[in-house]
């Protein structure tokens, strides 16, 4: 092994070791800072599940996207993006593309368009670096590949988090709008109005769908806009078809004073027959995608170990 080899192996030892650091460091943070939040709130609660609810977008490209938003904002870091620098990210692919699925994945007050630019630059940097100096250890073309492969790991991560984002916000939706609308109709039915039942909701429950018709809600009663705006908004930010009807019929029958309590009862019981049929798919489709890691991991060495001695004996007889 050449001097040349030695150096680049001990730089990246010392590398990771840096990122080792770095990471511990941030999680005693996190810690320090969970256990600060514990103390002021006091034990979990609706309080405590507000916070939580508010810290932001989750997912590491996000989280580093949010990061370079605030920076950029206040100006504390240079613009490496030349789309960003020029003032056009929104123009660019990766910015249309943002902006069309920042709204369903929740970060669109969070991450700028210039911040997710910026991310996927940086990332795709940072993995291409990785890449290759994990690559350099082995051969030359060993890094350029693995470079390549870091770079677009790294670009598509933010891209990734939003999808992810995406899916889980869905997901909450169709779950929780079975029990959102059966409180809001046991409300009703105890002589509640639509705004007073809407609101026991947030209230009372601490998932993410709750926290957003909390805000919802707060949005029309502070006069901000009005209801039907903040239902249609609260409904525009959920890829949710069952959701998007729910709204249309409630404000149609709160324009025409029509009853709510048995449409919204029928819906709740077609919104947990839906998410019930959703979980048996999923659950159906688990054998189909397991059969691909059986197929190229464990499927070669059943093979190897039946059919290994069989093909020794009969190497040695030849």
């Known amino acids: 092994m050449s001097v040349h080899h030695v150096i680049l192996g001990a730089s990246a030892c010392l590398f990771a070791a840096v990122v080792a650091v770095l990471c511990v460091k941030l999680r005693f943070e996190k810690a320090s800072r969970a256990k600060r939040r514990k103390v002021a709130y006091g034990s979990p609660s609706a309080k405590w ?13 996000l989280r580093h996207a949010r990061a370079l938003t605030r920076k950029l904002y206040i100006g504390s870091t240079p ?5 960003v620098h020029a003032g056009r990210a929104a123009d660019t692919r990766a910015g249309a593309w ?62 990734r988090a939003v999808r992810a984002a995406c899916k889980r916000r869905t997901a909450s939706a169709q779950r929780h709008l079975s029990e959102m609308l059966e409180v809001v109709a046991l ?6 109005t639509f705004d007073r039942s809407f609101a026991l909701y947030g209230e009372h429950f601490d998932n993410d769908f709750a926290q957003s018709c909390a805000r919802a809600h707060r949005s029309w009663a502070l006069g901000l806009v009005s209801r039907e705006e903040a239902l249609r908004e609260l409904a525009s930010s959920y890829g949710c078809e069952q959701l998007s009807r729910v709204v249309d019929s409630v404000v149609r029958s709160l324009r025409f004073g029509s009853s709510l309590t048995g449409i919204l009862e ?53």
């Open 49 to 61: 599940a507000t916070v939580n609810a508010q810290r932001g977008p989750t997912g590491f490209g």
């Open 79 to 83: 613009m490496l993006c030349p789309s």
């Open 98 to 159: 943002y902006r069309a699925h920042a709204k369903l994945a929740g970060c669109s007050k969070d991450v700028s368009v210039a911040g997710f630019c910026e991310a996927r630059l940086r990332l795709g940097a940072i993995g291409c670096a990785l890449g290759a100096l994990i690559g350099v250890l082995l051969s030359n073309e060993m890094a350029l590949l693995l470079g390549l492969a870091g770079a677009l790991v790294g670009a598509s991560a933010p891209k």
């Open 187 to 192: 409300g009703l039915r105890s002589g509640l």
């Open 266 to 318: 029928e819906a709740a019981a077609q919104s947990r027959a839906e998410w019930r049929t959703a979980l048996e798919e999923r659950v159906a489709k688990a054998p189909v995608k397991m059969m691909l890691p059986t197929g190229t991991l464990i499927l070669p060495a059943m093979l190897l170990l039946v059919m290994g001695p069989i093909l020794l004996e009969l190497a040695g007889g030849f």
